[in-house]
């Protein structure tokens, strides 16, 4: 008798920052390659801040990639042409300007975090996004982060009752130390039904490869 074969979605845990453009990126690929593949995948956002030291008042995007990486101004523009290029052609506009701003974002990972308990992690995650590259908002503010809770639906007010009160930052800051203590060092790190780490963003192709996989995979008895 054959192995029975799921038919449940792929669940793919992914670590990440909002203000981290390859997490865009391999979200957006690996959305393409469950389109292309028709396998549907369980998407579950995890915390993590690549730069948890960030002051309040952020940080000028180029003045920040020159002194985190030793980016020239060249390569640090090319860079964003790049990123601009692929996102386009998945679907996203990056909207990057000399006056852009690296920001905080503990507290947007902590609006994720309430967001999810009433089962709009992903779609804050992506407003999260949209806010930050495209709209070049502040995703430190709490007052823009009450204003895109409402931009999905949540109640704006109660989002920034929550955050005022911190209520949520001791369960973010253990989450994000979490995955520190697993060796997560860069994002997007993507964990495909708990048994493979993938990181960075790998291409449609890759991950339509990794849905095969593990859709084809037998069934937990």
């Known amino acids: 008798m054959p192995a029975p074969v799921r038919v449940d979605p792929v669940r793919v845990d992914i670590v990440s920052d909002v203000v981290c453009p390859w997490c865009v990126i391999g979200w957006r690929q690996l959305a393409a390659a469950s389109a292309a593949t028709g396998i549907p995948v369980e998407v579950h956002w995890h915390p993590f801040e690549l730069n948890p030291d960030m002051p309040a008042e952020g940080e000028n995007l180029r003045a920040h990639v020159a002194r985190k990486y030793g980016a020239s101004a060249e390569s640090s523009r090319a860079a964003r042409d790049r990123m601009t290029e692929i996102g386009a052609g ?6 990057y300007s000399d006056e852009s701003r690296m920001r905080n974002t ?3 990972h902590q609006l994720i975090d309430w967001a999810g308990e009433q089962g709009r992690a992903h779609e804050t995650k992506q407003a999260l996004f ?5 709209r070049g908002e502040d995703v430190s503010d709490p007052a823009l982060l009450a204003e895109v809770a409402g931009r999905v639906g949540l109640d704006p007010e109660a989002a920034r009752a929550m955050l005022d009160a911190g209520e949520r930052a001791g369960k973010v800051r253990e989450h994000q130390t979490e995955w520190l203590e697993r060796g997560i060092r860069a994002v997007p790190s993507m964990i495909f039904e708990g048994r493979r780490l993938v990181p960075g963003a790998q291409g449609e192709d890759s991950y339509a490869v990794l849905l095969r996989r593990y859709a084809e995979a037998p069934a937990a008895t």
């Open 106 to 108: 503990f507290k947007a």
């Open 130 to 134: 949209e806010a930050f590259f495209t």
């Open 90 to 95: 998945l679907g996203f506009v990056f909207d």
